[in-house]
């Protein structure tokens, strides 16, 4: 039995509504698979339900309200301490998400984590705009050959083995790059508290979380839509961003359509569907769009993003039209011309008949329909969210 494929990726700096666009896609299937295939436990997808529930989605996928199973691919890093608070906070709202770790997908421990945020908070104004969740630094470790993968959780003596060597590998890298002396550091604590996490997460293998693999779950007849649910944006990938200003993940489709190329005979379709707010937002350090204090929201009570010591504001400004065609001609050389739809978010968060946008850096305003017509690509669809409810995502009527 084949499967379509939905392929949700960002055009912004990410936040830009694939959580909301993935809970549509699910609800439009009678069973959905979530495929996470890039970034890992630092993602935040947001869904609402007109129930009022409300998550933050980071180590599962955004359909799992819908009954959704995720599938975490090897393209992914896995946080056990991310992933067993959320799998509790789901839990007590009584919803039980299933969770198929890829066995090859590489593990985040705390030496990722603090290694990430001292070296960030290190660089002072020159911050590369991390999250400080330690996802870069898990993937350049992995890459380093020192890994740690999902498959390794099953063995307690082996993770033991791995934690002693991930120390050793950052005392190295702190000679060089760091001014404190990380063998200093109280890490014994630590590495106890890691091991009680995995004590607590091997509870629960086999039964809501299972570790597997890429050909098990494309040979699994259940699932009728794979949803390929990406992580950041476009204007964050290692290959088309603004560096140092990037994340080490590719955030178009191409790790999407690498997992669709090798299991072809299982998948009969694929679509694209881009997403962006109908203005720019970003988090973190690093560029951002011209004439960002001409931005006035309404309706955006519910934003997840907010101040934090880290990574500091969260930044709004005017839809910048060049960047937007930017991300969207990135994202078009790595599909390969398969059918593309247009999703935009937070239309209700400020006036569609006069929406403030940027072309060559300078400030316009003007009609939604008017503003799509500076678009150098077409889309097969657009559709517009006017609410942070997924059955409210419609048809633009232009």
């Known amino acids: 039995m084949s499967s379509k494929a939905s392929i949700v990726i960002g055009l912004g700096f990410g936040d830009e509504g694939k959580g909301l666009t993935t809970d549509y896609l699910c609800s439009q299937s009678l069973s959905p698979l979530v495929i996470r295939f890039n970034g890992g436990q630092q993602a935040g997808h947001t869904v609402c339900t007109a129930t009022g529930l409300r998550h933050v989605f980071s180590s599962f996928g955004a359909g799992t309200l819908r009954g959704a199973a995720t599938y975490w691919s090897a393209g992914c890093t896995l946080s056990p301490s991310a992933l067993l608070n959320e799998y ?21 421990t705390h030496y990722d984590v603090l290694y990430n945020r001292l070296l960030e908070q290190q660089r002072g ?29 099953i063995y307690p003596e082996r993770c033991l083995d791995k934690l002693k060597q991930i120390r050793l590998y950052y005392a190295l890298k702190a000679k060089t790059e760091l001014t404190i002396d990380f063998t200093e550091l109280h890490h014994d604590a630590e590495d106890r508290r890691f091991m009680d996490y995995l004590a607590e997460l091997q509870l629960l293998l086999n039964e809501n979380i299972c570790i597997t693999s890429e050909q098990v779950i494309f040979e699994d007849p259940q ?21 140092p200003h990037v994340t080490r993940s590719h955030t178009t489709s191409k790790n999407a359509l690498d997992l669709i190329r090798r299991n072809k005979n299982t998948i009969s379709s694929a679509t694209l569907y881009a997403v962006s707010r109908v203005y720019h937002t970003r988090h973190g350090q690093g560029p951002f769009v011209a004439h960002a204090d001409q931005l006035l929201l309404k309706n955006n009570e519910m934003e997840t993003n907010v101040l934090n010591d880290f990574q500091g504001n969260f930044r709004t400004g005017p839809l910048d039209l060049d960047q937007l065609n930017y991300a969207i001609k990135s994202e078009m050389s790595q599909n390969n011309g398969i059918a593309k739809q247009l999703i935009l978010t937070c239309a209700d968060q400020i006036d569609e008949d006069y929406l403030p946008y940027t072309v060559a850096g300078e400030l316009h305003t003007g009609s939604l329909k008017e503003i799509l017509s500076f678009l150098n690509t077409s889309f097969n669809e ?5 609410s942070p409810y997924a059955e409210n995502l419609q048809r633009a009527g232009f």
């Open 125 to 153: 104004s020159a911050r590369h705009g991390s999250c400080g969740m330690g996802f870069g630094n898990t993937l350049q470790r992995h890459e380093a050959q020192v890994s740690f993968v999902a498959g390794d959780l």
């Open 223 to 243: 699932w009728d839509q794979y949803v390929f649910e990406g992580a950041q944006g476009v204007l964050l990938d290692m290959d088309f961003g603004y560096f």
């Open 382 to 386: 657009i559709m517009i969210s006017r």
């Open 88 to 108: 509790r906070a789901l839990n007590s709202t009584g919803i039980s998400p299933r969770l198929y770790l890829d066995e090859f997908c590489a593990v985040t």
